[in-house]
C-alpha cells in the first residue's frame, strides 16, 4: 500500500487526525506540542500519527494536502490546517463550531476557558 493510499485510508477511517512530529503524549516539536495540547486539552478523541516515524508518511502527507508543514490536523476528512491556523481557530470558536457541525465530541467549557485565558 503506497504513502497515499495509508494518508488516505488513515484520513477517511478516523474523525480526527493529526499528522505530527511525535506523538499526543510525547509530541516532538513546539508546532505539533501546541496542536495536540489543544486537542488533549478540550478532550477530543483523535488519532495521532508521527511523521518521523515514516519518512514516506512524512513527505507524503505534504503532497496529500498540498500543504508544506506539519503538523496537519484532519477533521472528518477535510484538512483543516496546521498549528497557526487550528490556534485561530481555537481562539475564535471556529474549531468549537467546526466540532459540533461534525458530530466530534469536546469539552466546551475547555475550550471556553482557552479562550479566557488568552483574551
Do not use: H
Not at 505530527?20 to 509530541?27: F, L, N, R
Not at 495521532?48 to 507524503?60: E, K, M, P, S, T
Not at 470558536?93 to 467546526?98: I, R, V
Request: include cysteine; aromatic fraction near 8%.
Amino acid at each position: 500500500m503506497s504513502a497515499q493510499d495509508q494518508i488516505r485510508e488513515m484520513v477517511q477511517k478516523n474523525d480526527v487526525v493529526l499528522f505530527m512530529k511525535g506523538t499526543k503524549m510525547m509530541p516532538q516539536c513546539g508546532f505539533s506540542s501546541k496542536v495536540a495540547g489543544i486537542l488533549n486539552y478540550i478532550g477530543v478523541d483523535y488519532t495521532d500519527v508521527n511523521v518521523l516515524a515514516d519518512a514516506d508518511i512524512r513527505q507524503g502527507i505534504k503532497d496529500y494536502s498540498d500543504w508544506p508543514t506539519i503538523p496537519q490536523l484532519y477533521v472528518k476528512g477535510e484538512f483543516i490546517g496546521g498549528c497557526d491556523i487550528a490556534i485561530e481557530m481555537t481562539l475564535s470558536g471556529e474549531l468549537d463550531q467546526l466540532l459540533a457541525d461534525k458530530g466530534v465530541a469536546f469539552d466546551k467549557a475547555a475550550a471556553d476557558k482557552i479562550r479566557e485565558a488568552n483574551g
